[in-house]
């Protein structure tokens, strides 16, 4: 096992302090009005690059969109909107390779569907047809966590694994402001660090855990200001600026790629919607703080800096959206189609194989529903 | 050749043969390590393979457990300590959330073939939090496999089952059998491959059954033992497995006698004992001839160590349930 004391980044920087830091502001490279801002430590991703995201970009907007009318339908039980949030959706997705894992939230419909996995199977878990949907081996993703902080510690286990058996796997592992309160938050960070893995936390800030504000969270000065305390370094970015997460998420990945060990990237976003669909955040937010939100979307920023760069024009905005429009069309003929549920799926995935006890709970059952079909 | 093991060594030895046999078990907990844990169950594991395959976790019990969730998911096979009973609550949002439910959730596609070793219940004079029976807890959340072995054989054997089992087992170390010994013909023992799910008539009898599982076997033996000199003949069923729960086993030694007696450590209100009760009577109608009765420890906190004597089942306490079983017309 690696000397978990090592730090082979310590050996080029100046202090211990210094590269742990986060930066004063979280890091931005495109502001809100589409125009570059230059940063030494984090380079601009590339035009190519930036695109391909932003079409996922506009393709997320469209499901969050999509996904809201399929509630209000009754087509859905729920949906937690990322609506505002899609820029950390995508990075999270695009900033690993094949052979890396994803451990997403309940909010995190967006990134699993960046990552590959059908936007159907996805949305199993918030249909309400089976706890989840998805294979998490087809594309790396695991379930999509309910309870808060529970996955960091599943996500630092799999790196752990991958460490063990030198798989060259690096693990993204997401949460909200909330979860950085949850006892697991603490404890998956410092065993990232203690065990030295490749697990790049990344906190998606977006003020409020459902109606509690992030002061009434933490006093600390930032979240990303939490890695110091278990020796690993945290970072904070602009949550709605696309390239500025592709670059620091791309640097931390590497980073732990390399053998660096965890980090921690804080990203402040606002979340424009409801908790849920069945919150009412005019209760807890003013409109007006909603409002300010307004001009820093992370979709109109990028759409005005690839135009600049002339990598963005109508057609290729058209086409952008015929996709987005695919994905949707794709969605709402999923989700009208009756679904189909086996009630003897309850008993079969309970263990392996089934106990005398599901056995007859089975028979039961399938007595009870002859009886009703007869 | 027979070989004469604690408890404690016979835990060991399965560890110690499932690593050897299987590079994918990874033991970790508190103490694992170098000191071979506080009851030295994986004593020399880390020296013989290795700080990557036996390692101390910072102490946190919730991290040790979901931790495990993830290496066992990406092809580890974890055995993990809880160093007490008490001491796996803060990992119990981890077993009852993810552990029990993972496989669930993604219907099979993702398997936790994991061990969950706990030391526990009483007898050994602990303080408080080193004695809880908390069988009951894991065995209400659907998805656990939870055995306790009571005797030396079946330590190493259930050990190595559960090693190998494709689910989580949860895995109770009655503590107070940790220095009891047998001889054991290990070269033979590890070609038998045990079954959970699977009770074992412990001592035959033919005028009432007691059924006892873990620490609480013993306990029973000896009062099949005192009785049998009065004149009774008890029979002693081992449960081995609470879930799944053998239900054949039991019912056919009840339907024998006729009278059973549930003996247990935790308290009995809603408890392992009051299922098995329910089962028998389910089942066993027709051919009791008195209510199944229960032992279990009185519905309290575990006490203190100078109270526990008066808690625990004890010998005397069976043989009065025995002798409630409605004898005189037998």
């Given amino acids: 096992m690696q000397d978990p004391s090592r730090r082979s980044d310590l050996d080029h920087e100046a202090t211990a302090e210094s590269y742990m830091l986060p930066s004063g502001q979280p890091v931005q490279l495109v502001d809100p009005d589409g125009r570059h801002v230059h940063n030494d430590k984090y380079p601009l991703p590339d035009g190519e690059a930036l695109l391909a995201a932003y079409r996922e970009l506009v393709v997320g907007r469209r499901v969050n969109d999509q996904a809201n009318a399929l509630v209000r339908q009754g087509r859905m039980a729920v949906y937690p909107s990322s609506h505002g949030q899609e820029a950390c959706q995508v990075a999270a997705a695009v900033c690993i390779d094949k052979q890396d894992w994803l451990f997403p939230t309940y909010r995190d419909t967006v990134a699993v569907l960046a990552r590959g996995v059908d936007p159907i199977q996805a949305l199993t878990l918030l249909r309400g047809d089976w706890h989840s949907g998805y294979d998490p081996y087809e594309h790396n993703v695991s379930i999509q966590a309910t309870p808060l902080a529970t996955q960091l510690l599943h996500a630092v286990g799999v790196a752990h694994a991958a460490k063990l058996k030198g798989e060259n796997t690096v693990v993204v592992a997401m949460c909200g402001d909330g979860a950085t309160s949850e006892g697991d938050f603490h404890e998956a960070l410092n065993f990232a660090a203690v065990f030295h893995v490749p697990v790049v936390f990344f906190v998606q800030n977006n003020q409020y855990a459902i109606s509690v504000p992030l002061h009434h969270q933490t006093v600390a000065p930032s979240l990303a200001h939490k890695a110091i305390g278990y020796g690993m370094p945290g970072e904070r970015v602009d949550g709605n600026d696309l390239a500025a997460l592709l670059s620091v998420l791309g640097k931390a990945v590497e980073r732990a ?23 009412d955040a005019t209760r807890y937010r003013k409109d007006d703080e909603v409002q300010q939100w307004v001009p820093k979307d992370p979709i109109q920023r990028m759409r005005t800096y690839l135009t600049d760069l002339n990598l963005l024009d109508e057609e290729v905005e058209k086409n952008i959206a015929e996709k987005a429009e695919t994905v949707a069309a ?3 003929d999923g989700l009208n189609a009756e679904s189909e549920v086996d009630p003897e799926d309850l008993f079969r995935y309970v263990f392996t194989e089934k106990t005398s006890q599901l056995r007859e709970q089975a028979a039961k059952l399938r007595d009870e529903l002859s009886r009703e079909s007869a | 050749m027979s070989t004469t093991l604690t408890f404690a060594k016979a835990l060991n030895t399965a560890l110690a043969d499932e690593m050897e046999s299987d590079s994918t078990v990874v033991v970790f907990g508190e103490d694992v390590g170098p000191l071979g844990g506080v009851f030295r169950i994986t004593d020399g594991l880390t020296a013989r393979f290795g700080e990557e395959r036996c390692f101390d976790t910072p102490l946190a019990e919730s991290g040790i457990m979901g ?23 803060p990992a119990f949002e981890q077993v009852v959330s993810h552990v029990a439910k993972m496989p669930n959730r993604t219907k099979g596609k993702v398997k936790l073939p994991m061990v969950i070793r706990i030391p526990y219940a009483g007898g050994i004079g602990g303080v408080e939090h080193h004695c809880d029976s908390s069988e009951s807890y894991y065995a209400h959340t659907p998805g656990l496999t939870v055995v306790a072995p009571a005797t030396v054989q079946d330590a190493y054997t259930m050990l190595r089952d559960a090693i190998r089992h494709p689910d989580p087992v949860v895995f109770l170390e009655p503590k107070k059998l940790y220095w009891s010994k047998e001889d054991l013909e290990l070269e033979s023992l590890r070609e038998s491959v045990g079954s959970f799910g699977r009770a074992v008539v412990a001592r035959e009898g033919s005028d009432a059954t007691l059924i006892a599982y873990g620490p609480s076997v013993s306990t029973a033996l000896n009062a099949a033992a005192a009785a049998a000199e009065e004149g009774r003949s008890l029979e002693v069923i081992d449960v081995r497995s609470i879930v799944p729960f053998d239900d054949e086993t039991v019912a056919a030694s009840v339907r024998k006698t006729g009278r059973a007696v549930v003996i247990a450590e935790a308290p009995g209100f809603a408890s392992v004992a009051s299922e098995i009760v329910a089962r028998v009577q389910e089942r066993c109608f027709h051919s009791l001839a008195a209510p199944v009765l229960r032992v279990t420890g009185f519905d309290i906190p575990y006490p203190a160590p100078k109270l526990e004597q008066f808690y625990l089942p004890s010998v005397d306490r069976i043989l009065d349930a025995v002798d409630d079983l409605q004898w005189e017309d037998a």
């Fill in chain 1, 257 to 279: 790629r390399d053998g660096g060990g965890p980090a921690l990237v804080e990203a402040h976003t606002y979340r424009m919607q409801s908790h849920t669909n069945a919150d």
């Fill in chain 1, 330 to 332: 794709a969605m709402r």
């Fill in chain 2, 67 to 89: 931790m495990a969730i993830g290496m066992a998911m990406n092809g580890l096979r974890p055995v993990v300590e809880m160093q007490f009973d008490a001491f796996a609550y």
